[in-house]
């Protein structure tokens, strides 16, 4: 595991630009489903106070779970794996169920994203991009968490 002050600078200089980019996509593809009640997600993991690196590392392994969810747009699936990858890599963690993550996050690091046949937002309701959204807001929520305790 890295040092803490090495981790929060590549996240600062590097990964938050992608969390951002993540986060305005995320606004792009609204679904009333998801403000109009909210879900009740039982697997949406809390980033805890004396393990944040733990639960960045479930965060992380959980978003990348999205990636060959075909009713959630190409680009913001691949978005998704490419900071979820990069949590990763910072943190130096790996997934601990299978192999089928580290293939995803082999394959975002070695293709270039291909937008042809990228689809537009879907106009049904979608119960897996609430739960994206969900975990995409306490990924930023934990690293912003994270940032601020090692500032102290």
Avoid at 22 to 43: A, I, Q, T, V
Avoid at 52 to 66: G, H, P, T, V, Y
């Amino acid at each position: 595991m890295e040092n803490t002050t090495v981790i929060r600078e590549k996240y600062e200089n590097i990964l938050s630009h992608d969390i951002d980019l993540l986060e305005n996509m995320s606004e792009e593809y609204r679904d009333r489903c998801c403000r109009n009640k909210r879900h009740e997600n039982p697997s949406a993991i809390f980033c805890n106070d004396t393990q944040e690196i733990r639960s960045l590392q479930n965060m992380a392994c959980d978003l990348l779970k999205f990636f060959n969810k075909q009713k959630i747009n190409k680009d913001f699936r691949w978005q998704t794996a490419v900071v979820s990858c990069m949590t990763l890599e910072i943190l130096q963690c790996r997934c601990d169920r299978g192999s089928k993550n580290r293939k995803v996050c082999i394959l975002v690091t070695q293709t270039s994203k291909d937008t042809t046949g990228a689809q537009g937002p879907k106009k049904k309701c979608c119960q897996e991009l609430c739960e994206l959204k969900e975990t995409i807001s306490s990924l930023r929520s934990c690293w912003n968490k994270f940032e601020k305790d090692i500032a102290r």
